[in-house]
Each structure stands twice: as structure tokens, then as C-alpha cells.
């Protein structure tokens, strides 16, 4: 899911934002419309456009819309947590409050962070410094990456898709500093502007860590020379969404075979790592990273490496480093004209290094236990709901639905946050802001690793508690709704269930429906790769999803600039079956009640399909948009309105939408799937 809002269920805590909470209206807000538009001609418009004219992109987001304005209410609610627990000094040593306030506090002294200057970086770039043969390589990126810092590749440790019960090691494509591949590979006059400025900024880069004007020009562009060349051979974001075609095991010695020019036996004793298989996510762009390693000399890697270390650690450096690296990922990448106040960079860092410590703070103040129980009823409805459509599909036999059924019983929940807290074995100490970051990098590098030979950890989140957001892992076979994401405008007590349903109901339908999309399709009830289609089934699922990609590929959110539907295909089918799931248990919901009278002119339909826009509005910067068309799977906020709505027949009675207009699609050409 992209990220997606919060108020605070009578619990303010002293924040000027709770004086927007008061006042805001549960449900819909009429003074969000724009009823001059036609809901039948563009839904995105007349749910949103009131809003759209009414609200304006801050300076410091690239982004902002419901999903922005939750998140920004929920970290003001951890900015005054993590102001009350930096100030104390008196905690006990280990605990959370101490983690989490001297974590805080280190990153806001920026007194501190500027009179050490460079001498953190010094240990690494001297590591760095004394690759003198490229035989050396395996060895010192080893070191790197039990650091947290990139080069070349990544290794890491996750549940083998074929084998769910067991931890298997995958080594997959990296290397690059860019967003995507095709900003190297295209010859657009975009794509050549964002190539040379780049250049620019990694030369800029390198002088502020000591590199004389000249040098550090001749090595940007080593370093774009060399990063092409990796570009060259990574997949396309197409070709990595396909779960068979990323799915390689090897054991080691094939490995070696198969990519010589680079000692992986080497590379992974190097890392303490005992292993026989992995898997090789893509085999080619490893076949190509060994003959790069014998071709290119140990200066280029060297140049490369140094790179790449200041980048990941810009943020944690002087403000020029930071001022930066913004200049060119916030300004010239996504059309940002300024930066975040840094108390909000520092809480946002907080949450990614600390997140279940902070969590614990955040849930106490901001989940109560009643929200957890009607979510909880609200999945349970969605998934009756769900196996009722499964179960009257036409397109599909017995056997396939027998296996379908199987799977959507066979769905874990999580909610809110976890039964068990992660704790974190790292010192945190008050004045070593750059030392903190790199030993929990270290350490969650370390913790990944020793999960090899370890029994499945189902209690792990991949999402902390404050995140406004939602996910399915096919492997573990979950959907997971975060408690920060449990908020209005998704879950709001006291709006009515229409509304409740067609915006959260429409997030939990969303998760629940990518357990059968392309690519969750392909896994089974235990989390295992294992087709379980017939023949016959299978080709008329993807006649189906044919469709969807022919819909989407349509859509031209910037001139010149499609909407990719092989990409973004999962989430697409995810959210045309997640609304009709949701809108089919919100009329369960309805059975043996009197229909619900209207609000503000509106029937309860209406109002669910009013919901579910809402969640999607937004304001974006073109140059934003053009990094997410590149490189995001999910659809633009507009296309994930008008692009499932106008497949409902739900929607066009709803609305009294008639044959030819644009909201109503022809029959012939929509995706019926769940």
C-alpha cells in the first residue's frame, strides 16, 4: 500500500493540532465537494475538488493530501512525546524512554553534530581507502554491508518464497544512486538534465569531504560511469514484481559458477555468514557485477564506495552535507523548495531506528483498546464478504475456489501494534548522534542475519506502530494494519459505517484482495510459491487482468507520462476488488437494520463511495510525479479513484451514472475479477 490519517480520540495532549481534531466533522465534510463537477463525469473532482481549492502543497512536501495531513497529526503527537522524554536525563539506562529521548536529543544537537565535522566518517573512508586490489573487493564490501551501507548489491534474509517455514539469504540487484534504472538508460532531455545534475551533486558531494574542485568533478563522473554500467544490467521494476522469475536458488558453489570475477565464498565468510543455498534474485545483473569487478580498476571502486558512503550518511552529518543532498533528491528530483524543520527529520528518523520503542509510547496515548475490537470486526466482516465473492465467481471452478477458500481462512490479522515489543541491543548514547545510527544499523543488519537456521519469527512486524500504512505478505499469508493508519479520515468512531467502510473498509479490502493479485496470487495458504490455478482458471484470471493493465496504461497523468499497468497491476487489481469487497460487507453490515436515512443530501452508498475518495486527495509536484510514474506500483491518488469506481456497477446506481458517460465504463472492457 502507499502510505495512507489520525485524530486523537480525546486525547490531545496539549497540541495546537487538537483544535483541528474538535473541529473537524466525522464523516464527510460537505466543503470538501465541488458540486459544480458531475460525480458521473469525474468522481476524483466532485468528491475532492473543495478540498483541492482550499488546501495548497506546503513548501517542505513534495506531496499532500489525507494521507500527509494523518501522518503530520500523528508525528505531532510524537514530536511532543520525544520533547517530554529528550528533556529528562534520568531514565534507567536501557530502558525505552531512555533509547528513545537521548536517540532524539543526540540529533537535535546540532552544536555537537558540527564541531565533529567529518572525523565520524573518517574510520569508514579510511576502510574505504585501503582497497588496493580489486580481490580485495569481496572483503571490504563485506565490512560495508555488516555496516548498513551500500554498495553494488544487497544481501539480506527473509522467508524462502518456496519453503515459507524456513529463513533463506537472497542476494538481489543494487548498487545504483538514482531512483530507477531508466534515469541512467534514457535519452530524454529529462532524464539527461536529472544525469548531469546528479554528476553535479556527487562532485559537490566530494569536495565538502575534502576532494579539490577538479578531483571531485573527475570522480563524479567515475561514479556515473560506473553506476550506468550497473544500470545496464539490473531488471526492470516490471520484470521484479514477477515472484517465478525472481525466485532462482542456487547453492553457493553455482553462485561462484555462475558469477566468477567476484569471490562470493570469500565475501560471505567475510560476513560471518554460514549458508549452502540462497537465492538469486536476478542471476544476469550478478553475472554482470562479476565481470565489472575484474574490468574496472580498485580507484573507480574506491571512488565509487566513498560515494556511496557519504550519501547514506549525509542526514547524520554537518548541515552542508544535509543542505546537500537535499538540494538534489528534494529540489531537483521531486520539485521540493524546502527542506523539513529538522525537529520533524529527527523524529521521522527516531521512528525508522526506534520505531517499536517509540510505538510503545505512542500506542498509550493515541489506540485505544476499542478501536482495536472494531477494526478487528470490520476485517472479519470483509473476509465473509470476500469468501461470498469467491464463492459466486462464475470465471472460476470448484477446485480453484476450494484453494481460494483455503487461503482466505488461512488469513493472519495483526492490528494496532505487536503482542511482543522488539528491543534493541545497541548502545544509544546523548552525544553521538552519527554513532547511534550506525550501530542500529549494524545491529538490525546483525539481527537479519542471525535469522538464518532460526525457526519463522510470526510475531515480526514490518511496519511500526505511528506508520500510516497497511500491508499483505504473501509469504506469511497476513494483512497488517498499523495503529497509525487506524484514524480518521480511515477509522473514525464517530463517523457512520458507510463511511468507516469506504475508507478503512476499503484499505482492509485492498490488503485482503493482494493475497490473490498477479503476484500474490501465486502463493498458497501457507506462504509457499506453489501454483494451486487450474490451466483454465489461470487464463481467464489473466484475460481479466489484461484489461486492467489496458485501463491504466491509458491514463496520462503528465503529458507524455502513462501510468505503467504491467507495474502497477498488483495494486490496481487490489484496489478495484478491495472496494467491491468493502462496499459488499458495508450492505452486510445493513442486513436486518432499516436503511440508514441520508446525511447532508447524501444515501448511505453515496457516502461510502464519498469515503473512499477522500482518502486519495492530494497534491503533487509534477517532478514528484514523474519519480512515482517511473517507480512507484501504486497508481496516482486521481487514477485510484476514478480507475476502480468507474468498474462499479455499485458506483453507476449509486449515482444514477447512464451509458457513455466517463465514470461508466463500457461493459466490454471492464476487469470483473473478485
Known amino acids: 500500500m502507499a502510505s495512507l490519517l489520525r485524530a486523537s480520540l480525546g486525547l490531545c495532549l496539549g497540541l495546537a493540532t487538537c483544535s483541528l481534531i474538535a473541529q473537524s466533522k466525522p464523516g464527510v465534510d460537505p466543503a470538501n465537494l465541488d458540486t459544480s463537477v458531475k460525480p458521473c463525469e469525474d468522481f476524483y473532482r466532485y468528491a475532492n475538488g473543495g478540498w483541492l481549492k482550499s488546501h495548497s502543497l506546503p513548501a517542505d512536501k513534495s506531496r499532500y493530501g489525507a494521507m500527509e495531513e494523518l501522518s503530520e497529526r500523528n508525528r505531532a503527537i510524537l514530536q511532543k512525546i520525544l520533547a517530554e522524554t529528550s528533556a529528562k536525563t534520568s531514565w534507567a539506562k536501557g530502558s525505552v524512554q531512555q533509547k528513545v529521548g537521548d536517540f532524539y536529543?543526540?540529533?537535535?544537537?546540532?552544536a555537537a553534530i558540527e564541531k565533529r565535522g567529518l572525523a565520524p566518517m573518517k574510520p569508514i573512508l579510511a576502510t574505504i581507502d585501503g582497497l588496493k586490489?580489486?580481490?580485495?573487493?569481496?572483503?571490504l564490501l563485506a565490512k560495508l554491508h555488516n555496516q548498513g551501507l551500500p554498495g553494488g548489491f544487497g544481501f539480506f534474509v527473509r522467508q524462502d518464497a518456496t519453503a515459507s517455514t524456513q529463513y533463506l539469504g537472497y542476494l538481489s540487484q543494487g548498487g545504483t544512486g538514482l531512483p530507477d534504472r531508466d534515469y541512467y538508460l534514457k535519452d530524454d532531455a529529462r532524464s539527461r538534465d536529472i544525469r548531469a545534475k546528479y554528476e553535479a551533486h556527487v562532485a559537490k558531494m566530494l569536495e565538502l569531504a575534502g576532494d579539490a574542485p577538479d578531483l571531485a568533478r573527475i570522480r563524479a563522473k567515475v561514479v556515473l560511469d560506473l553506476e550506468t554500467r550497473l544500470a545496464q544490467a539490473q531488471w526492470t521494476r516490471v520484470e521484479m514484481r514477477n515472484p517465478l522469475k525472481t525466485t532462482n536458488k542456487r547453492t553457493l558453489d553455482k553462485v561462484a559458477a555462475e558469477a566468477p570475477g567476484f569471490d562470493w565464498k570469500g565475501y560471505f565468510a567475510a560476513r560471518g555468514v554460514k549458508l549452502t543455498d540462497l537465492n538469486l534474485t536476478q542471476p544476469s545483473f550478478f553475472q554482470a557485477f562479476g565481470k565489472l569487478v575484474s574490468e574496472v580498476p580498485a580507484p573507480q571502486w574506491r571512488t565509487y564506495l566513498r560515494w556511496h558512503a557519504l550519501s547514506a550518511t549525509a542526514n547524520?552529518?554537518?548541515?552542508?552535507?544535509?543542505?546537500?543532498?537535499?538540494?538534489?533528491?528534494?529540489?531537483?528530483l521531486n520539485g521540493t523548495p524546502q527542506r523539513e524543520?529538522?525537529?520533524?527529520?529527527?523524529?521521522?528518523?527516531?521512528?525508522?531506528?526506534?520505531?517499536?520503542?517509540?510505538?510503545?509510547?505512542?500506542?498509550?496515548?493515541?489506540?485505544?483498546?476499542?478501536?482495536?475490537?472494531?477494526?478487528?470486526e470490520m476485517v472479519e466482516n470483509l473476509r465473509i464478504a470476500l469468501r461470498e465473492r469467491i464463492a459466486n465467481l462464475d470465471?472460476?471452478?470448484?477446485?480453484?475456489?476450494?484453494?481460494?477458500l483455503t487461503k482466505l481462512n488461512a488469513f493472519g490479522v495483526k492490528i494496532g501494534y505487536p503482542d511482543k515489543w522488539k528491543t534493541y541491543a545497541f548502545d544509544v548514547k546523548r552525544d553521538d548522534f552519527f554513532g547511534n545510527v550506525r550501530r542500529a544499523a549494524a545491529f538490525r543488519v546483525a539481527k537479519n542475519l542471525a535469522k538464518l537456521g532460526k525457526p519463522i519469527d510470526r510475531t515480526e512486524w514490518g511496519m511500526t506502530p505511528p506508520t500510516v500504512n497497511a500491508y499483505y505478505s504473501p509469504t506469511m499469508n497476513e494483512i497488517v494494519f498499523p495503529a497509525g493508519i487506524l484514524q480518521p479520515p480511515f477509522f473514525d468512531a464517530k463517523a457512520d459505517d458507510a463511511v468507516n467502510y469506504g475508507a478503512l473498509g476499503y484499505v482492509i479490502g485492498h490488503e485482503m484482495t493482494h493475497g490473490f493479485d498477479d503476484s500474490g496470487s501465486q502463493f498458497d495458504a501457507e506462504g509457499n510459491l506453489k501454483n494451486w490455478w487450474t490451466e483454465a482458471d489461470k487464463k481467464a484470471y489473466q484475460t481479466r487482468t489484461?484489461?486492467?493493465?489496458?485501463?491504466?496504461?491509458?491514463?496520462?497523468?503528465?503529458?507524455?507520462?502513462?501510468?505503467n499497468g504491467k507495474l502497477t497491476l498488483g495494486e490496481n487489481i487490489a484496489d478495484i476488488g478491495g472496494m467491491k469487497i468493502a462496499f459488499a460487507a458495508y450492505q452486510n453490515s445493513l442486513k436486518g437494520k432499516p436503511a440508514p436515512a441520508p446525511i447532508d443530501g447524501f444515501t448511505g452508498p453515496q457516502r461510502f463511495f464519498l469515503g473512499a475518495a477522500a482518502v486519495w486527495r492530494n497534491h503533487i509536484r509534477e517532478a514528484a510525479l514523474s519519480v512515482r510514474l517511473k517507480t512507484d506500483p501504486h497508481s496516482p491518488g486521481r487514477e485510484r479513484v476514478i480507475g476502480p469506481l468507474s468498474n462499479l456497477p455499485e458506483f453507476y446506481e449509486a449515482f444514477s451514472c447512464a451509458d457513455g458517460q466517463p465514470m461508466k465504463r463500457d461493459v466490454k472492457v471492464r476487469p470483473a475479477i473478485w
Do not use: C
Not at 133 to 139: F, G, M, R, V, Y
Not at 395 to 403: A, D, I, L
Not at 546 to 563: C, T
Open 316 to 332: 547524520l552529518l554537518p548541515r552542508a552535507f544535509g543542505e546537500e543532498a537535499f538540494a538534489f533528491h528534494g529540489k531537483t
Open 133 to 139: 586490489d580489486t580481490k580485495q573487493l569481496p572483503a
Open 105 to 110: 536529543a543526540s540529533g537535535m544537537d546540532e
Open 341 to 376: 524543520p529538522r525537529a520533524k527529520r529527527i523524529e521521522a528518523m527516531t521512528d525508522g531506528t526506534l520505531g517499536e520503542a517509540l510505538g510503545q509510547l505512542y500506542v498509550k496515548v493515541a489506540f485505544p483498546p476499542e478501536s482495536k475490537k472494531k477494526v478487528l
Open 546 to 563: 489484461d484489461l486492467v493493465v489496458k485501463q491504466y496504461d491509458a491514463y496520462e497523468p503528465i503529458h507524455g507520462e502513462h501510468v
Open 395 to 404: 470465471w472460476m471452478g470448484p477446485e480453484t475456489k476450494q484453494q481460494a
